[in-house]
């Protein structure tokens, strides 16, 4: 007996479940609250907070600074790298404009001096080759002599080579490197200066700041969602529109909203509705199943309600009396 009972309950339940969800359905009828559209400001780099320029509530307009993070490291990275840039413009100037006439003429008394000493190595080894044939000397001692003449001799060529490349001037390969490094070398400075700005956290539109999670002093990780702005002149309706409905809703389609709380009622239009259901797909549902599924849809709301916060229930009435059905545009 207490099985029968309980097995009615549920029957008389589900009946009246679905009847109310037909009558919700059948008269146009979908739930929802009122939301603002919202902009999550995140962080690329991971420093602390040093500053909260404006408080939770406060509006701000597009570009204004809503908090900063400490930029020190930024800015000794940029200033290694500007340095750096300096060093590789004054190579690269240095390069074009070749050796100067001093160098040149400093190079030619250099090699002068190399050869002077080239010629004293090899006078003295022919005259320690006569001694050696007279044995008045030892092997070591003309070997050393040899040594010395060899030696001189590698410096000369040397010198004389460095004079005839100073004497050529710059090669355009060289040129070519000095240039592409100078251009890595702004481009760094590029990255860096945006990353410098990036500290400080900018508002990319105009809107009310509804949430500020982190405090002063904190580090947020990167990538963290820092501040939330409500963007938008006013909020709008977001409702759950029933399944058994959803093919006369599209964009445009008049309806009327009622807000909790306030006793008049405003016409709002369609702005966008979502083509897949909430939660479970339709198609692993049975034909029951899915009379119980809803698609979110965004109505613009034709009245000034821009001191309203979000998170009001409401209710919105599609005007389904003006819109024709599937079969029956079809059938025109």
Same mark, same amino acid.
């Given at each position: 007996?207490?099985?029968?009972w309980?097995?009615?309950?549920?029957?008389?339940?589900?009946?009246? =479940? %679905?009847?109310?969800?037909?009558?919700?359905?059948?008269?146009?009828t979908?739930?929802?609250?009122?939301?603002?559209? /919202?902009? !999550? %400001?995140?962080?690329?780099?991971?420093?602390?907070?040093?500053?909260?320029?404006?408080?939770?509530?406060?509006?701000? @307009?597009?570009?204004?600074?809503?908090?900063?993070?400490?930029? #020190? #490291?930024?800015q =000794?990275? %940029?200033?290694? &790298?500007?340095?750096?840039?300096?060093?590789? =413009?004054?190579?690269?100037?240095?390069?074009?404009?070749?050796? #100067?006439?001093?160098?040149?003429?400093?190079?030619?008394?250099?090699?002068?001096?190399?050869?002077?000493?080239?010629? %004293?190595?090899?006078?003295?080894?022919?005259?320690?080759?006569?001694?050696?044939?007279?044995?008045? @000397?030892?092997?070591?001692?003309?070997?050393?002599?040899?040594?010395?003449?060899r030696?001189?001799?590698?410096?000369?060529?040397?010198?004389?080579?460095?004079?005839?490349?100073?004497?050529?001037?710059? /090669?355009?390969?060289?040129?070519?490197?000095?240039?592409?490094?100078?251009?890595?070398?702004? !481009?760094?400075?590029?990255?860096?200066?945006?990353?410098?700005?990036?500290?400080?956290?900018?508002?990319?539109?105009?809107?009310?700041?509804? +949430?500020?999670?982190?405090?002063?002093?904190?580090?947020? &990780?990167?990538?963290?969602?820092?501040?939330?702005l409500?963007?938008?002149k006013?909020?709008?309706?977001?409702?759950?529109?029933?399944?058994? @409905?959803?093919?006369? @809703?599209?964009?445009?389609?008049?309806?009327?909203?009622?807000?909790d709380?306030? =006793?008049?009622?405003?016409?709002?239009?369609? /702005? +966008?509705?979502?083509?897949?259901?909430?939660?479970?797909?339709?198609?692993?549902?049975?034909?029951?199943? #899915?009379?119980?599924?809803?698609?979110?849809?965004?109505?613009?709301?034709?009245?000034?309600?821009?001191?309203?916060?979000?998170?009001?229930?409401?209710t919105?009435?599609?005007?389904l009396?003006?819109?024709?059905t599937?079969?029956?545009?079809a059938?025109q």
């Amino acid at each position: 007996m207490r099985m029968n009972w309980l097995a009615a309950f549920l029957i008389l339940f589900w009946l009246t =479940a %679905l009847l109310t969800g037909c009558s919700n359905s059948d008269n146009g009828t979908a739930l929802g609250e009122l939301a603002w559209d /919202r902009v !999550e %400001l995140v962080n690329e780099v991971s420093e602390p907070i040093i500053e909260r320029t404006v408080a939770e509530g406060d509006r701000v @307009i597009a570009g204004q600074v809503v908090l900063k993070l400490d930029d #020190r #490291r930024a800015q =000794a990275d %940029l200033a290694q &790298a500007q340095a750096n840039r300096e060093q590789l =413009a004054a190579r690269l100037d240095e390069l074009q404009k070749g050796p #100067r006439p001093e160098e040149i003429e400093q190079a030619k008394h250099i090699v002068l001096g190399a050869q002077s000493r080239l010629n %004293l190595t090899r006078l003295e080894v022919k005259r320690l080759e006569k001694l050696h044939a007279q044995k008045l @000397i030892s092997q070591n001692d003309l070997d050393r002599a040899k040594n010395d003449y060899r030696t001189a001799l590698a410096e000369f060529n040397a010198n004389q080579a460095n004079l005839m490349l100073l004497q050529q001037g710059t /090669r355009s390969e060289q040129i070519e490197q000095a240039k592409q490094a100078l251009e890595a070398a702004n !481009e760094l400075i590029g990255r860096l200066q945006i990353t410098l700005q990036r500290h400080q956290i900018r508002a990319p539109v105009n809107g009310l700041l509804d +949430s500020l999670p982190f405090q002063l002093g904190e580090q947020p &990780a990167p990538h963290s969602v820092v501040a939330v702005l409500l963007s938008g002149k006013q909020p709008f309706a977001r409702v759950h529109v029933p399944e058994q @409905i959803r093919a006369f @809703i599209k964009p445009g389609t008049a309806a009327q909203v009622r807000i909790d709380g306030i =006793a008049e009622s405003f016409r709002a239009q369609v /702005r +966008s509705i979502q083509s897949d259901p909430d939660f479970t797909p339709y198609y692993a549902l049975t034909e029951g199943d #899915r009379s119980r599924l809803s698609y979110t849809a965004k109505l613009d709301i034709e009245a000034d309600l821009h001191d309203l916060p979000a998170g009001l229930p409401l209710t919105v009435v599609f005007d389904l009396d003006k819109v024709q059905t599937p079969h029956a545009g079809a059938a025109q």
